[in-house]
């Protein structure tokens, strides 16, 4: 059965900063709205573990938690292939105006690994 994005949201697994990281991205700040940060152990091309945080609604956290989910194991240059509309698609489609949490999500990925 696939996770709901509640499961994504509400799920502490892979949420806040990794103890030990080799990239960090964010788009937005924190403290000043809606962001989202990611943290990446990339060891020999492959990211090996990622975390996130972001502030806003559900939605917001939800894409994080699916952004850190998707590019975990993958290659970097894999993982820079990721797009909104995949989130989108894992998610089973995010409400009217929820769409911008997802481009947050891949802004931070894309700043994190300079794509």
Known sequence: MAAS???????????GPLERFTHYGQCGQPGNGQYA?????VEDGVITQA?????GCMWALACGGVTATLVTGRPVE?????????I????????????????????????????
């Open 5 to 15: 994005a509640a499961d994504y949201a509400f799920n502490p697994d892979n949420r």
């Open 37 to 41: 940060s990611i943290w990446l152990l």
């Open 51 to 55: 975390s996130y945080a972001a502030h």
């Open 78 to 86: 894999k993982a820079l292939l990721l797009e909104s509309k995949d």
């Open 88 to 115: 989108d698609l894992f998610l089973g489609g995010l409400p009217d105006g929820k769409g911008e949490q997802a481009d947050r999500a891949i802004t931070a990925l894309r700043n994190a690994l300079g794509g």
